[in-house]
């Protein structure tokens, strides 16, 4: 398994769309928090605004769906989908003897650590070090660093059941063209299911999916009984979907 493990990072490290996406997102992220601290880009209406986080603003774009569905799926197209033909047959050497669960885990495991460097740690470090450097890292006190670290530990664990989709829609479709096309339709799919009005079984089902916790873990009065409830959905959609992956990807052909 550890040699599983070792050759994904080995091929992610190659991965040109990797390096190009760390690129982009490090000067987007840069260019946002340096618009917003320095008052030329106004910002409101965020979670973190409403907390007297403002200078933090510019999260907020990478912690919407709309948007990092783009960054995660574009990954998923070109580090997962290469993998198979156009056919949608495994090519032999992916496999080279090993388990296919064992296979599908190291991938799994390698792609949600590429996503969640690209997509949140990178957003957070330039944050961080920008505020600094502007001369306002008192505003990391123990309650704002209380919030963030409970805020961006259960986003962390809602992402992951996001990685774990977007990789079943990779090993789907085949395809990189249709695993960025369909992911970002199942994404505005949800984003308008936000937005309207439901029955109230649908209700139920969407405030208990990650969906609505994306939203939810931000709030800054969480109580216990709401973060016990955000780490079950996180934690139990990321292990029936990685199950549901392992069983699809059992059953692909070998070429």
């Keep these: 398994m550890n040699n599983l493990i070792r050759a994904e990072f080995f091929k992610l490290q190659r991965n040109k769309t990797f390096w190009i996406l760390i690129g982009t997102i490090t000067g987007l992220s840069t260019l946002f928090h340096y618009l917003i601290i ?7 209406n965020t979670p973190f605004d409403s907390i007297d986080l403002s200078e933090l603003n510019g999260l907020f774009t990478f912690t919407t769906p709309i948007f990092f569905n783009l960054i995660v799926s574009t ?6 989908s290469t993998e198979f033909t156009s056919s949608g047959i495994i090519k032999n050497q992916i496999i080279s003897g090993n388990k296919r669960t064992q296979i599908y885990i190291a991938k799994f495991l390698v792609f949600s650590l ?15 070090v920008l505020i600094f450097l502007f001369g306002r890292g008192d505003i990391f006190d123990f309650s704002n660093m209380t919030y963030l670290g409970r805020a961006y530990g259960l986003f962390t664990l809602q ?5 774990a ?14 695993t960025i096309i369909f992911s970002i339709l199942f994404t505005i799919v949800m984003y308008v299911l936000e ?6 079984f649908i209700e139920v089902i969407y405030e208990n ?4 916790q994306f939203i939810e873990v931000f709030n800054f009065k969480m109580n216990y009984d709401e973060i016990m409830k955000s780490i079950l959905i996180g934690g139990v959609s990321t292990i029936i979907i990685t199950m549901c992956g392992i ?7 070998i070429k």
């Design 209 to 212: 999916s990650i969906f609505y």
């Design 159 to 163: 992402f992951l059941a996001y990685i």
């Design 195 to 200: 937005k309207l009005a439901k029955p109230a």
């Design 75 to 80: 990954l998923a197209a070109f580090y997962i």
């Design 247 to 253: 069983y699809i990807f059992n059953r692909k052909e």
């Design 38 to 44: 320095t008052d030329w880009w106004m910002m409101g």
């Design 114 to 128: 590429g996503s969640i460097f690209v997509t949140i740690v990178i957003p957070l470090l330039t944050a961080i």
């Design 165 to 178: 989709i977007i990789l079943l829609l990779a090993i789907i479709t085949n395809d990189s063209g249709k």
